[in-house]
């Protein structure tokens, strides 16, 4: 008997779905950590919390509205990073973000405030020591010039004209090479088009210089104290942050160029900035760069980080991980890159430089440009979500991170575990009571399905970080309670056609031809509260409804590759048509005692 219409040869559809488990655990074992455990969620394993205490400019208390703001961002960024199993939530004053695992470096990248401003950079980048502070060259003779800081009446070098102040032990010709922490790139190029970007500036990093003013001021301004941020017991918390904010803007934000040299000699790129986040951006900053490994003088901003309408990551034309920005005001980015042609422009993040390119190309169309840098995949999706999702209205500092245990423990697990078991196991017992060998065929349908389901939710923990929790345990079970309700539908519309008469081998196909479209339609419910259930709930809600619109696509896929094809199989054995075998008897037997009484009752009437 050929294959009835609407299904396919029963060998080939078994073999397709042999292949989709092949490509699966291949994926599982061959590619990644090669681990085949997949990533559990806090309460299944534990996290990473951290505790991070807002940092206002006049040292006063956040409003409960700028907070609320700042937790949505940072689940904005949580989702977009793909950190499955996170919470952040508000306590007291500050913000608590937990994240799975033991690694708490994610959950700080999450809180970076991402006050983002494009400014120009005026003169050259200052080198760092390894002690943190600009390389001066030794201590000069009286009256003698200071290398890579020129005197206050040396006038400012013109654009363009690469001129060097030899600097005592450095080699002639010797480039800096751009160096990269936590994602971040500096030297590296972007460009006024849509697509191109330009090379790092080739100055000789030891002789980088600030410029100077054509003529001193005829009064010096007074220096800042050395220690602008030292402790004052006498000072709440508050009053101590905003002394610090207010000495570090008083130094590094000055307008005189005096003050400016002095900042630069002052400034500690190792430390931790007091200013991150609260800079003026009226004002000119002195800053390092994100890797601690160059100062900056910067102009006023130029663009506010809120005009990049969008940000992403890519490979580049040289195979290399980049950013991608979109702004909204295109003709703003035009004239700047007209204006800085084959100049340096800033992309100064929470009051450091991330990036400094050379502009190569004119004003272009689109507003577009690129961030290039020592970037990989994971660092270049980080930025581009912290720049995508906008600034915090609060500036924040990590005040404590801690690791947590887990809320539920192992033993809730192993519970889980038991019971999706148990359920399993009676929905077996079930389908062999009352279907006889039939409930071999579902058996092996639920299990082709959980295969399937573990294999996906490993790939799933590396590729978007999907952590399983206990709430996603409970949606696996309740799948597999559906995907028993299929092979139920499936089953009683073949009684249903063998009560009319039918063979078990014409019952099998026109039954499945019935029972599709019920299934069908139950799952299509199902697959909707799912996805309402993801989109409106939150926290680990979620993961139930994910899991259990996954189970839900599986079934289906499974009811069509699996089930149905052995059902088909089935049905042209002779093995399986016994009754004792499929356990049809009974209803064949009503088959006909209703034939034999329609034709007495046929006899009768003539």
């Not at 299944?44 to 205490?53: A, F, N, P, S």
């Not at 907070?67 to 990073?81: D, F, P």
């Not at 299934?519 to 899991?547: E, H, M």
Request: charged content about 15%.
């Amino acid at each position: 008997m050929p294959p009835s219409k609407g299904t396919g040869h029963p060998l080939r559809l078994l073999g397709v779905y042999a292949v989709l488990l092949a490509v699966i655990y291949a994926l599982v074992f061959f590619t990644g950590d090669k681990s085949p455990e997949p990533k559990l969620g806090i309460d299944l394993q534990g996290g990473t919390q951290v505790t991070l205490t807002p940092r206002t400019p006049d040292g006063g208390k956040p409003s409960k509205d700028s907070l609320k703001q700042a937790q949505q961002i940072i689940e904005s960024r949580v989702n977009g990073l793909g950190v499955a199993g996170s919470e952040v939530v508000i306590d007291g004053n500050n913000l608590v973000i937990t994240v799975p695992g033991n690694d708490g470096q994610q959950a700080k990248s999450l809180a970076t405030t991402a006050k983002l401003y494009i400014r120009p950079v005026v003169g050259q980048p200052l080198p760092v020591g390894p002690d943190g502070k600009i390389q001066s060259g030794g201590e000069p003779a009286p009256g003698a010039e200071q290398p890579g800081i020129p005197p206050a009446n040396t006038p400012e070098p013109a654009p363009g004209a690469g001129q060097q102040a030899p600097t005592p032990g450095a080699s002639p010709g010797t480039e800096s090479k751009p160096s990269n922490e936590s994602g971040t790139a500096s030297g590296t190029a972007a460009s006024g088009e849509t697509s191109g970007t330009g090379e790092s500036s080739g100055t000789t990093a030891q002789n980088r210089v600030f410029p100077a003013p054509a003529q001193a001021p005829t009064t010096p301004a007074p220096a800042p104290s050395p220690e602008p941020g030292a402790p004052n017991p006498a000072l709440t918390p508050q009053q101590q942050a905003k002394q610090e904010i207010d000495a570090a803007r008083a130094l590094r934000q000055s307008t005189d160029p005096q003050v400016q040299q002095l900042a630069a000699q002052q400034l500690d790129c190792h430390k931790p900035d007091p200013l991150a986040g609260n800079d003026d951006p009226k004002l000119p900053l002195v800053t390092c760069s994100s890797d601690g490994n160059e100062v900056y003088l910067l102009a006023p901003m130029r663009i506010d980080g809120q005009d990049i309408k969008d940000a992403s990551s890519s490979l580049n034309q040289q195979s290399q991980w980049a950013v991608d920005l979109t702004f909204k005001n295109a003709d703003a980015w035009a004239d700047l890159t007209k204006e800085y042609l084959q100049k340096q422009v800033a992309f100064a993040l929470d009051s450091k430089v991330i990036s400094a390119p050379v502009v190569q190309q004119g004003p272009q169309l689109g507003g577009t440009t690129q961030i290039t840098g020592q970037f990989n995949a994971s660092t270049a999706k980080e930025l581009a979500n912290s720049l995508k999702y906008g600034s915090l209205p609060l500036s924040f500092e990590v005040s404590e991170a801690s690791t947590v245990s887990a809320t539920l423990g192992l033993a809730s697990l192993h519970a889980g575990l038991i019971a999706g078991a148990i359920g399993l196991v009676a929905v077996l017992l079930y389908c062999l009571l009352y279907y006889r060998m039939l409930g071999f065929l579902a058996g092996f349908s639920l299990v082709a399905s959980g295969v399937a389901v573990y294999g996906i939710i490993v790939l799933l923990g590396r590729w978007i970080n999907f952590t399983l929790d206990l709430a996603g345990i409970a949606g696996l079970i309740i799948g597999i309670g559906m995907t028993a309700d299929s092979f139920v539908v499936f089953f009683e519309r073949i009684k249903d056609e063998m009560r009319e008469g039918r063979s078990f081998r014409s019952a099998v196909p026109r039954g499945w031809a019935r029972a599709q479209r019920t299934n069908l339609s139950g799952k299509t419910v199902s697959l909707i509260a799912s996805v309402v259930l993801y989109i409106l709930a939150a926290g680990q809600v979620k993961g139930f409804a994910f899991t259990l619109g996954l189970t839900t696509v599986l079934d289906v896929v499974v009811l069509y590759l699996v089930t149905s094809p052995l059902m088909m199989l089935a049905s042209r054995s002779p093995f399986w048509a016994k009754p004792s075998v499929n356990g049809l008897g009974a209803v064949q037997q009503l088959a006909r005692e209703r034939k034999a009484a329609g034709t007495l009752v046929g006899t009768g009437a003539r």
